[in-house]
């Protein structure tokens, strides 16, 4: 029988329209969210929840910030897109501020992490052979067990990920896997002169917040350096302030040679990616040689600038170091309690907590996922990643206060899941 809208609940019409209409690509919560509002989200129902997934990392300056509507409402009458094919009042100072904000001499606006990530590989391989004077078609850039730089081709090319890369070939060549946090392994790698960069996250998010030892990222680029091959830091996830610092790779007190931003270098309102370098390196980039349509228009361009003033106005990177050092000390007291909470780990506010998957006296699962539900029912919502691991990254807005309330919910949710 056939069911009336009456019947179904707005949020069981939502999910079964997805689910029937758009790819299987991602498996969501059962929720169905309708506003936003800085560190809160509602659901159709009316529901009010705290957001610890932030977009994962793109909501960092809160949702739908006042300024970010304003300067969004204000550009979308003035202009939106020209394409490059011309100058736009724009580009140019945001060009200079991001530059200037990060301290590099150059900057190629993308739209999505994973393009600017491409964006960087290309520009390695290229300074490779332009600059390094690898012979042709032979440059190799290093990567890590356990990435996640997106999902084109070439990248999901270099995930050891087969969620992200079965059944996807041919695979793009000129990879070589080393395991993350292995110093020894970096500079055997090295040694092989047809490299010309390595690529790594200072904090491995989607694999599941795992933090390096604090020296690896600085010895990591002085070894780079001495082998003649670039840095490449990929602070998509890790970057605006999320860690404790504008970008992570500060914590290492180095500068990458290129740096790759993305989602809350907009704030969230608008997909905007960067790849930061110095003209050494950015200039191997000629007219033709890469671009994008909607790479570093207008609305793009207003949006980050302003995006990036909030960061520094309201002071969030010292936000987040000083609540993500009381949340891990809250999440402490968990592991200590429960033997079923295995640790907490993380820097600012970027943290995971590990669950151990039991299950329950009637034989059914009881996951990270299981507890992301009680987590829901009780008003937060977070992710779990890689089935026993649970992010927990909240809008960088966030109090005191709300994290106090939040780190009670999260006690209790723990509890019934016992
Ligand atoms: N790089 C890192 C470290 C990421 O965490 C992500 C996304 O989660 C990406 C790249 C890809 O970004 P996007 O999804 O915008 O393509």
Redesign the pocket.
């Known amino acids: 029988m056939q069911q009336t809208t009456s019947t179904v609940s707005k949020t069981q019409q939502a999910i079964a329209l997805e689910e029937r209409y758009s790819a299987h690509n991602y498996h969501p919560l059962p929720v169905v969210l309708d506003r936003g509002k800085g560190v809160f989200v509602w659901d159709v129902e009316g529901k009010r929840y705290y957001d610890f997934l932030s977009a994962?990392s793109a909501v960092n300056q809160g949702h739908c910030h006042p300024r970010l509507v304003k300067a969004m409402q204000e550009q979308a009458g003035e202009l939106t897109l020209t394409s490059r094919a011309f100058y736009s009042s724009k580009l140019g100072g945001y060009a200079e501020y991001v530059c200037k904000t990060f301290g590099y001499e150059r900057m190629m606006p993308m739209n999505?992490?994973?393009?600017a990530?491409e964006t960087a590989l290309k520009m390695a391989r290229r300074w490779g052979y332009e600059k390094k004077g690898i012979a042709k078609n032979a440059a190799k850039i290093i990567v890590c067990e356990g990435n996640?730089?997106?999902?084109t081709i070439t990248i999901i090319s270099a995930s050891t990920d087969p969620d992200s890369n079965t059944a996807f070939g041919p695979y793009t060549p000129g990879f070589i896997t080393i395991p993350y946090n292995d110093l020894p392994a970096l500079e055997k790698a090295l040694a092989d002169p047809t490299v010309c960069a390595f690529l790594v996250?200072p904090i491995q998010?989607?694999a599941g917040v795992f933090v390096p030892d604090d020296a690896y990222i600085g010895k990591a680029i002085q070894l780079c350096r001495a082998n003649n091959v670039l840095f490449m830091a990929?602070e998509?996830?890790t970057g605006i302030a999320r860690t404790g610092k504008l970008l992570c790779s500060e914590h290492s007190g180095e500068r990458p040679d290129v740096v790759?931003l993305?989602?809350a270098v907009s704030g969230g309102m608008y997909?905007v990616?960067v790849v930061l370098a110095d003209n050494a390196v950015m200039e191997v980039f000629t007219p033709g040689s890469h671009g994008s349509t909607f790479g570093g228009n207008p609305m793009a361009a207003r949006l980050a600038m302003e995006a990036l003033e909030i960061v520094k106005d309201e002071q969030l990177a010292a936000q987040s170091e000083r609540l993500g050092a009381i949340f891990r000390s809250e999440m402490q007291k968990l592991v200590d309690a429960f033997n079923y909470v295995k640790l907490v780990r993380g820097k600012g506010l970027l943290n995971a907590v590990v669950i151990e998957a039991r299950k329950a006296a009637d034989g059914s699962p009881k996951t990270a996922w299981e507890l992301c539900l009680l987590l829901r029912d009780n008003g937060l919502l977070a992710k779990p990643t890689h089935g026993d691991i649970i992010r927990f990254a909240p809008p960088l807005v966030i109090t005191e206060e709300q994290l106090m309330e939040c780190c009670r919910i999260i006690a209790l949710s723990v509890k019934q899941f016992a």
């Open positions: 994962y999505t992490g994973a393009e990530v996640f730089h997106g999902r996250e998010g989607e990929d998509v996830q790759v993305g989602k997909p990616s």
